[in-house]
């Protein structure tokens, strides 16, 4: 009976099916998880796989980091680690430099005037 509350924990499988998995009767099983040390032992054990959750995903991530077969779950796990562990990743930098030039014009000094009216002719 300890297996199929160790099925029943881990796994979430109802009691039929985690009975079939044991190898115990389906009406055993059901009639020891009314007994009141069977489902404190099942209490306990969801308890315990409740809590240590975060760090059995955390490891089933770190080991899909390391052995997996497809380089793009690697990649994310990777990434999805270092973020976990405050590690920021690699951000695309882009700059843009805008440069302005003003051109005040030309000064030019006060000169002489010159005429350009051609002078009149005599004949």
């Known amino acids: 009976m300890r297996q199929c509350v160790e099925i029943m924990a881990t796994e979430g499988l109802p009691v039929h099916l985690a009975a079939e998995r044991a190898g115990i009767a389906r009406d055993t099983a059901v009639r020891n998880m009314r007994k009141p040390h069977v489902l404190q032992?099942?209490?306990?054990?969801?308890?315990?796989?409740?809590?240590?959750?975060?760090?059995?995903?955390?490891?089933?991530?770190?080991?899909?980091?390391?052995?997996?077969?497809?380089?793009?779950?690697?990649?994310?796990?990777?990434?999805?680690?270092?973020?976990?562990?405050?590690?920021?990743?690699?951000?695309?930098?882009?700059?843009?430099?805008?440069?302005s030039h003003t051109f005040g014009g030309f000064v030019y000094p006060d000169l002489e005037e010159v005429g350009v009216t051609p002078a009149e002719q005599t004949d």
């Open 41 to 99: 032992l099942f209490n306990l054990r969801v308890r315990d796989v409740r809590q240590n959750a975060a760090q059995a995903a955390y490891m089933r991530i770190h080991q899909l980091s390391l052995h997996s077969t497809n380089e793009r779950v690697k990649l994310d796990a990777s990434k999805w680690l270092a973020g976990v562990d405050g590690v920021a990743p690699v951000q695309k930098v882009q700059g843009f430099h805008r440069h």
